[in-house]
């Protein structure tokens, strides 16, 4: 019987094992036809032991022509065989981890493990240029900075002893099928877990280890590399790691490899029965990381050699290419507000035509709310003071207070403190701010502040 014939052998069909298991039986009442089966079956078992070590040793050695989740499950119908033709259960724990260890590596295959990409229901597609870090128990993002380097170095030790191990049972001489059940210990997704976390904690560590990240690299590429290719997140890691260095210059010195993985990944899926299917999602994580690291130069040349390699790009991504190429690229940036503070970028104050219509663009594309204020007029003035004179913020408060009652409820004054997003020294304690709640100015907002230094109040 064929062991690699899955219609057959080592098919799930419980009648092709019970007819195996019946004609042992019914040799077993012949002495003639008992003695060549003993020899047959000999040779039977010592076949299924040596086609698991030599997978085994393939893990061990690192030859990746081959996924891993391939050699996984072939590794799993062997046991399969030993199980229901040794009449053992065994092998059942091993099988069942070794399956989900498959499993989690298909999976992520085409996709990233340390940042998730939020999924919009309503769309019905991943949020392009959106991604997060893995959260905690609190439901915090734990950032890569903040990981502990030194368990994490102690977790890629812990791999590559399992490869060792692997590399022993591998070369162990004779048939001991008592060594397999330990087989899950060492070939194991937390190894590739952890892996991909130290990529990312290594990628953003300052001082920068090249050792310990190509370690890190390394280990995760012998679990989810094909044909020698980085996978998807090794990539993104090693741009996150230039950008972390020297910024969006450093990357574009890059590019050369950027443009070779793409096509070699293109390759790759292409020659896949579900190549356009996953091909096109790898790409798509890749590119809408790009644009999560705001490298839109970066993004811009990717999209377009995809689009000459004639990889199916999805929606979101064809409406990026045409946004980049109209200009998109320009250098505005997005922030996050400031909880609970008034929260402002003051760069726009000095934005053309052009990089206005750009920010209101990337706002869309990434399909998020504009939470903070944009400085569109500065306004500054110093005022000598007499000497002895004092200022009062209470006072002018009091004043500005009477004269938004004289508007009707169409202008309200808060007190806050303010801070600018774009830059660390422009913070304002308990600014004054009035909020044009009208139809017809209801997006204007006014800050005011005034502080007395020296014998001078300065106001903005």
Request: include cysteine.
């Given at each position: 019987m064929g062991m690699k014939d899955e219609n057959t052998f080592i098919s799930t069909d419980e009648p092709a094992y019970k007819k195996f298991i019946s004609c042992r039986e019914?040799?077993?009442?012949?002495?003639?036809?008992?003695?060549?089966?003993?020899?047959?079956?000999?040779?039977?078992?010592t076949t299924i032991d040596d086609d698991i070590k030599s997978e085994i040793s393939s893990i061990a050695a690192h030859y990746q022509r081959m996924l891993l989740s391939v050699r996984i499950e072939w590794i799993t119908r062997y046991l399969k065989i030993i199980k229901l033709v040794v009449n053992t259960n065994d092998y059942d724990d091993t099988i069942q981890k070794l399956k989900e260890t498959a499993k989690t590596l298909n999976l992520f295959l085409e996709s990233t493990y340390y940042i998730d990409q939020p999924f919009n229901d309503e769309r019905n597609s991943y949020e392009y240029g959106v991604f997060h870090f893995l959260e905690d128990s609190s439901d915090e993002e734990v950032r890569p900075e903040d990981l502990s380097a030194e368990i994490l170095s102690s977790d890629m030790d812990k791999a590559e002893e399992h490869f060792s191990q692997l590399y022993e049972i591998g070369k162990e001489k004779g048939v001991n099928f008592q060594i397999y059940k330990s087989l899950a210990e060492y070939?194991?997704?937390?190894?590739?877990?952890?892996?991909a976390i130290?990529?990312?904690?290594?990628?953003?560590?300052?001082?920068?280890?090249?050792?310990?990240?190509?370690?890190?690299?390394?280990?995760?590429?012998?679990?989810?590399?094909?044909?020698?290719?980085?996978?998807?997140?090794?990539?993104?890691?090693?741009?996150?790691?230039?950008?972390?260095?020297?910024?969006?210059?450093?990357?574009?010195?890059?590019?050369?490899?950027?443009?070779?993985?793409?096509?070699?990944?293109?390759?790759?899926?292409?020659?896949q029965k579900t190549g356009e299917k996953y091909g096109s999602l790898v790409f798509y994580h890749f590119v809408s990381a790009l644009a999560w690291m705001e490298l839109y130069d970066i993004e811009l040349m990717v999209l377009k050699k995809l689009v000459d390699l004639k990889v199916q790009l999805w929606e979101d991504a064809q409406?990026?290419?045409?946004f980049l190429s109209s200009g998109g690229t320009a250098n505005v940036q997005i922030y996050t507000p400031v909880e609970?503070?008034?929260?402002?970028d003051t760069s726009a104050a000095e934005w053309k035509d052009n990089e206005i219509d750009v920010f209101f663009r990337k706002i869309k594309m990434k399909n998020i709310p504009l939470e903070y204020s944009l400085v569109r007029k500065k306004w500054t003035k110093t005022y000598p003071l007499q000497t002895g004179q004092e200022y009062s913020a209470d006072a002018l408060y009091a004043e500005f207070s009477k004269m938004v009652d004289d508007f009707d409820?169409?202008?309200?004054?808060?007190?806050?403190?303010?801070?600018?997003?774009?830059?660390?020294?422009v913070?304002?304690?308990?600014?004054?701010?009035?909020?044009?709640?009208?139809?017809?100015?209801?997006?204007?907002?006014?800050?005011?502040?005034?502080?007395k230094f020296g014998k001078n109040l300065n106001i903005t």
């Open positions: 019914s040799a077993m009442q012949q002495k003639e036809t008992m003695q060549i089966w003993g020899e047959e079956y000999k040779k039977f078992i070939i194991t997704d937390v190894d590739y877990r952890n892996s130290a990529m990312w904690c290594f990628a953003a560590n300052k001082p920068f280890d090249v050792s310990k990240f190509e370690k890190a690299c390394k280990i995760s590429s012998w679990y989810i590399s094909y044909d020698e290719i980085q996978s998807l997140e090794v990539m993104i890691v090693r741009i996150y790691n230039w950008k972390s260095i020297g910024g969006a210059n450093v990357v574009k010195e890059y590019s050369r490899d950027i443009l070779n993985w793409v096509e070699e990944t293109a390759q790759y899926f292409s020659d409406e990026r290419l045409k609970n503070v008034f929260s402002f409820g169409e202008v309200t004054l808060t007190r806050e403190d303010a801070v600018a997003l774009n830059t660390k020294n913070r304002y304690s308990d600014a004054m701010i009035f909020h044009f709640i009208s139809e017809r100015n209801r997006c204007i907002s006014m800050l005011f502040h005034a502080e």
